[in-house]
């Protein structure tokens, strides 16, 4: 089209004045009616070409474009039906549905799934795009709801997981080109909700997972891709729309739970949560209460006061996944007072209707991440997450075990020393418990473990919280040397299984499941929302003061006495660190400087390019006492401690030998 025969607006043109239409005009309606006469009924094509040619002159774009743009504007006037003398024509473009959805030429693209070591090795996994008509610039992005498809795989939700999660605890940040290990190390597919999962990995903050729709030329397949960024995850092409992005999705979840971890729901959606976070209800016969013109109001019955400061309590403790729930004594009245309470301390809560017309109130726990998920249970083995979720690992469990025994000895070798299998020189002969805990039980005071357990109470006395894992909470309590920690399991004669949390025969909290692995869990859930009310609680801190760099800036060859000094220096004041010699010193030098350690009796690891020398082990009372009553700076920096919730242990008061 030349230059002359673009029309443009004036903004002095009296629209309603009919002006007279150009000969470009006339030329595109003309190739609109040639194109588009054995689609349409003659008067629509009649009409359209107008649009189409007006359109096409103002916007001064392609052709093909403002069709789409036309087709777009004016699809609810189109017939149900074609016409009979189409039938040929719709035949041709229905062709399209029997070519294969993965061509043999679609490109090869590399990743490297949850890179977690060095030694990982690369998987190639062979991405198929459909050929596409991607000329058409109509992209449309959809937020709407989605349908949602049963893709649980059976086979693997019902393994137990055996290898440690490869997900960072923070995310990677998006690179220039997004790729697949970006996607693959922050994707976690939540309940086989595409909602869901597609809401969680854009509020990392990086590249967007989308879900697009497009039309293609002669609007009779839907294309519909799922990709981040420019990478695309999937890619399907059928008739109508739910059918393709129905399809889209299934084949997103079969491709992405190849290399991503999955997280399920194990409650019901709709069901009451089981807690015993349960409040009662309190009476409480306060002042009439009036409005402010004076005139009176019903009786509550309860003091609002007082449910202020639960429901701050509850806020304050951050108890993810455990409901606050309110009694069923509560009246309506009373709950839509707590429900004021709540919206001024924007707590998110739900209403349960009874019968009778009565409902109970709930207020919600804070809702966690399924990237936090699943580092808490697969990493830390909490046990609280293990009762209401389940992770599964990805179904490449060749590779996944390999990264997770790359992962486990890491954290050996880092957060967790203290589980490195000890030689003799290390450990006692036919004892399991570290040399320096002996002395250090012994300085104690305040925090002085009880020898003989006379009732529950004296086990909390005992007792610290590792974090939320059982394991490492019974083998610290264990290396006390006064009773053991452990869950015994029995089958009921009525039907499924109990199990007990017990130290010693002084039983601590009992719950009931039909199988023993659920009942396990949720009496280690029980056991620690239990103990946390009486028990201190520590959790390593992810600091740089755990390792100390030692530069080479002696010969060790002339000065080998300077290093010998330095780690007898490590021996006497540093605890739960580690003494890092990098890969500067020669293999040579590492061996002295391991058989110092050796002599010192310290634990110390070496990966062919650097040596670990870790500190002397401090027990969890020892740590808890110094941070708390001698409030030691380094321990701090490396340890945070939380109280008890009730009857928090006086640091004036020590415990019975």
């Not at 149900?80 to 003398?85: D, I, K, L, R, S």
């Not at 997900?167 to 939540?190: G, H, I, M």
């Not at 399991?432 to 039980?441: F, G, H, K, M």
Request: aromatic share 8%.
């Amino acid at each position: 089209m030349s230059e002359n025969c673009r029309i443009y607006p004036s903004e002095e043109a009296d629209p309603r004045r009919p002006a007279t239409l150009p000969d470009c005009h006339w030329a595109l309606c003309r190739q609109f009616m040639e194109r588009y006469q054995d689609l349409l009924p003659q008067e629509q094509v009649y009409a359209l070409s107008h649009m189409f040619a007006t359109t096409q002159l103002l916007l001064r774009g392609d052709a093909h474009q403002t069709m789409e743009l036309v087709l777009d504007l004016v699809k609810d006037q189109l017939p149900v039906e074609a016409p009979e003398q189409v039938d040929n024509v719709e035949k041709c473009l229905w062709e399209r549905e029997a070519e294969p959805e993965f061509p043999q030429t679609s490109p090869v693209v590399e990743i490297e799934a949850m890179d977690v070591s060095t030694s990982d090795v690369e998987v190639v996994v062979e991405e198929t795009v459909p050929e596409t008509d991607c000329s058409s610039p109509e992209i449309i992005v959809v937020d709407a709801e989605v349908p949602v498809l049963d893709c649980t795989n059976k086979s693997t939700s019902s393994e137990e997981p055996v290898a440690i999660p490869t997900l960072p605890n923070k995310t990677v940040p998006a690179d220039e080109s997004t790729t697949f290990q970006y996607v693959s190390r922050n994707l976690v597919l939540f309940d086989d909700d595409f909602n869901k999962t597609q809401t969680y990995f854009n509020r990392l903050g990086g590249d967007q997972l989308e879900l697009t729709v497009k039309l293609d030329s002669n609007r009779c397949v839907t294309n519909v891709t799922i990709h981040v960024n420019t990478l695309i995850l999937s890619q399907v092409s059928a008739k109508s729309r739910p059918t393709a992005m129905g399809k889209a999705i299934a084949q997103f979840f079969r491709v992405t739970k190849e290399h991503c971890f999955k997280v399920t729901t194990l409650s019901p959606k709709n069901a009451l949560p089981r807690t015993t976070n349960i409040v009662q209800r309190v009476p409480f016969n306060g002042s009439p209460r009036a409005t402010s013109s004076g005139k009176p109001l019903p009786s509550l019955g309860i003091d609002p006061a007082h449910y202020q400061k639960v429901m701050r309590d509850f806020q304050a403790g951050g108890d993810c996944g455990c409901h606050l729930v309110f009694s069923k004594e509560f009246t309506n009245l009373e709950c839509n007072a707590l429900q004021g309470i709540a919206d001024q301390l924007k707590l998110r809560f739900r209403s349960y209707d009874l019968p009778k017309k009565r409902k109970q109130f709930i207020l919600l726990a804070s809702e966690l991440p399924p990237q936090e998920i699943v580092r808490r249970i697969v990493l830390e083995q909490d046990a609280e997450l293990r009762l209401q979720y389940e992770v599964c690992l990805p179904q490449q469990m060749s590779r996944a075990r390999r990264i997770a025994l790359e992962a486990l000895k890491s954290s050996k070798n880092s957060a967790n020393p203290q589980q490195h299998v000890p030689n003799a020189k290390q450990l006692k002969k036919g004892d399991t418990v570290p040399e320096s805990y002996a002395e250090a039980l012994a300085s104690l005071t305040v925090f002085k473990p009880v020898r003989t357990l006379r009732s529950v109470d004296d086990v909390y006395r005992n007792l610290v919280l590792i974090g939320s894992n059982f394991h490492k909470t019974a083998q610290e309590f264990g290396w006390l040397n006064v009773e053991s920690l452990r869950v015994s399991t029995k089958v009921l004669d009525e039907g499924g299984c109990s199990a007990t949390v017990q130290a010693g025969k002084l039983g601590l909290v009992e719950a009931h499941e039909q199988s023993k692995r659920g009942a396990t869990r949720r009496a280690q859930a029980a056991f620690f929302k239990r103990a946390k009310m009486f028990c201190y609680q520590i959790n390593k801190v992810e600091s740089p003061e755990v390792e100390v760099q030692v530069a080479k800036t002696e010969d060790p060859a002339t000065n080998i006495d300077h290093y010998k000094c330095l780690i007898q220096d490590f021996w006497k004041d540093s605890f739960e660190q580690e003494l890092v010699f990098s890969a500067e010193f020669t293999k040579a030098d590492r061996q002295k400087f391991h058989s110092f350690a050796q002599d010192l009796n310290l634990q110390s690891s070496s990966d062919g390019e650097e040596l670990r020398i870790y500190g002397r082990r401090l027990p969890a009372l020892a740590i808890v006492e110094r941070i708390v009553v001698a409030k030691d700076p380094k321990l701090s920096a490396l340890f945070e401690v939380t109280a008890p919730r009730v009857g928090s242990r006086q640091t004036g008061e020590g415990g019975s030998p």
